[in-house]
């Protein structure tokens, strides 16, 4: 249950991130003197290749890490466990 949340979390997160990264560009780029620099908003494919790779990695590591951590759990000394 665990990581079936994280991997919605990472794909939701993957494309708000993508829109707002762009609109936050295109907000900067507007927000600088026109008469005195001109920056074009350029974004390549391959930077955003590079971020769902480096996001990608990400998750994958934490979700092995908890899935290791929730192998080696004792459920019968958990649900003994009070509060």
Known sequence: MLLGEQAVQVVLGIGIGAVLGRSMGALWISSLDRELIRVPLTIAP??????????????????????????????????????
């Not at 990400?58 to 890490?65: G, K, P, Q, R």
């Not at 908890?66 to 019968?76: E, K, P």
């Open 46 to 83: 391959a930077s955003y290749v590079g971020a769902v790779c480096v996001v990608g990695f990400a998750a994958f590591a934490s979700a092995l890490v908890v899935r290791r951590r929730s192998d080696r759990l004792d459920l019968v000394a958990v649900l003994k466990a009070r509060d």
